[in-house]
């Protein structure tokens, strides 16, 4: 009776992968299939357009939608900020990793000038910053701010205004150009009626050991 039930199970199981493509069976025999659909899950949710080489961190970033949907910060293909994780807020969401191992140090969106300037005051020499606006970045921009950030590579960051989208990846004292990308808010061109469409960036970073 057990060798006919076990037969009818996989015996069925094996017509409905064939016939339906369904991976239910072939999971449960297949630890090494499982480990592919785990990593294709996570390629979905952190998307790296760049193939790093070896000896680098990848990165993804993706501004927020309007005042609506979240940014979405990914590190070395980890999900570290998102709205799925409930960790992301209205300003700029903004993660601080070690440069050497990639170990996150701090990780939170500012919607106050000067605790935002307390926090960019104490980035340490080779720490990587990966910053992703949402709703709107301008109000805690101030002039230190952004001569801190200018300090640290941005180029747009002078324009950033109103509702605009901004992402910056950097790492202070880094020879290397900073990653960014800049979308202003404008009436003609925006998805939204007061905000432009989401932004997305992607790049590596040279591991420093």
């Known amino acids: 009776m057990m060798w006919e039930v076990r ?3 996989f015996g069925i199981c094996g017509i409905l992968s064939f016939l339906t493509f369904n991976k239910t069976c072939v999971q449960r ?3 090494r299939f499982k480990h592919q659909q785990d990593n294709a899950k996570l390629s979905a949710m952190c998307p790296s357009p760049k193939d790093c080489p070896p000896n680098h961190f990848a990165f993804y970033i993706r501004s927020g939608l309007a005042n609506v949907i979240g940014p979405k910060i990914c590190f070395d293909g980890e999900v570290v900020m998102s709205g799925t994780k409930m960790n992301v807020g209205q300003g700029l969401n903004i993660v601080l990793l ?3 191992s990639g170990n996150i140090i701090s990780s939170g969106f500012y ?3 000067d605790e935002m300037l307390v926090f960019l005051r104490g980035i ?3 720490q990587i910053m990966l910053v992703a606006s949402f709703d709107d970045p301008a109000p805690i921009l101030t002039d ?3 001569e801190i950030f200018k300090a640290l590579g941005s180029s747009a960051i002078q324009t950033v205004g109103v509702r605009d989208g901004w992402l910056f990846a950097g790492q202070k004292g880094s020879d290397g150009n ?3 990308k800049h979308v ?5 061109t925006n998805k939204f009626e007061k905000w432009p469409g989401a932004i997305d960036l992607s790049g590596c970073f040279l591991k420093r050991t």
Do not use: I, T
């Open 7 to 9: 037969f009818y199970f």
């Open 29 to 31: 025999q297949s630890p």
């Open 98 to 100: 070690n440069g050497d």
């Open 111 to 113: 919607r106050g000038a």
């Open 124 to 126: 340490q020499h080779g």
């Open 144 to 146: 230190k701010a952004r």
């Open 178 to 180: 900073p990653f960014e």
């Open 184 to 188: 202003s808010n404008d009436e003609k």
